[in-house]
């Protein structure tokens, strides 16, 4: 199973919005709306921020929005502060009950 | 709260075997799906094993199918990764998670153990 594709780093300034693609196939990403995002900072643990593409969970900010079109989700973050700064993670459920999760983006908060 | 917390990580030697283990505490452990998510030094997050409510069903990433095996004990609200063959590419910290009750993300996380293949 190939890991998801996501880009390697973004970038914005306080106050932008910015947004996190993560591209699957149609055995992940295109067939199931399981797709779930995680933040990283620095040294920690992942922190769950999305799952089943949109819906955030208790206590995270709603700066942070999902949505998917076809083999595609996306990760969106408004009003960029710079504690956003963090390695962010797509994740999909799979054909087979594995699981699969992109390789990863850097934010920097400018 | 939820807390997980790991142990049992450490260095061991190429084809070397090592078990990592997870506590679990304020969760009815029983109802949750159970999993290990890997990460090795400077790289991404690496799903590596599932293991249902009643160990019923149990499944692995393919490049540890046949060296690793998960398992958990309800009564004792604990989970375990046993680790065998180990090869450098094992060398990660290993994360004890909960699956969520829809089934479709990992709502809590251990603080990741680190285990080192190395001669």
């Known amino acids: 199973q190939s890991a998801l594709t996501q880009p390697a780093s973004v970038s914005g300034s306080p106050g932008q919005s910015i947004t996190i693609s993560c591209t699957g196939t149609?055995?992940?990403?295109?067939?199931?709306?399981?797709v779930s995002w995680y933040q990283q900072q620095s040294g920690k643990a992942p922190k769950l921020i999305i799952y089943e593409v949109n819906k955030r969970p208790s206590g995270v900010s709603n700066r942070f929005s999902g949505s998917k079109s076809g083999n595609t989700a996306s990760l969106t973050i408004s009003g960029l502060q710079a504690e956003d700064e963090a390695d962010y993670y797509c994740c999909s459920y799979v054909y087979g009950s594995t699981v699969v999760f992109g390789g990863g983006t850097k934010l920097t908060v400018l | 709260e939820v807390q997980l917390v790991e142990s049992g990580g450490g260095l061991v030697k190429p084809g070397g075997s090592l078990r990592v283990s997870c506590a679990a505490f304020?969760?009815?452990?029983?109802?949750?799906?159970l999993n290990w998510v890997r990460q090795a030094p400077g790289k991404g997050l690496e799903w590596v094993s599932s293991i249902s409510t009643s160990s019923r069903f149990i499944y692995y990433t393919d490049s540890v199918k046949g060296r690793f095996t998960i398992s958990r004990d309800n009564a004792k609200n604990s989970l375990s990764l046993q680790m065998s063959g180990l090869r450098a590419e094992d060398t990660a910290v290993y994360y004890c998670?909960?699956?969520?009750?829809?089934?479709?993300?990992?709502?809590?996380w251990g603080q990741g153990i680190l285990v080192t293949v190395s001669s």
């Open positions: 304020g969760l009815t452990f029983s109802r949750y799906t």
């Open positions: 149609s055995s992940d990403v295109g067939s199931y709306n399981l």
């Open positions: 998670v909960r699956e969520g009750l829809s089934g479709s993300s990992f709502d809590y």
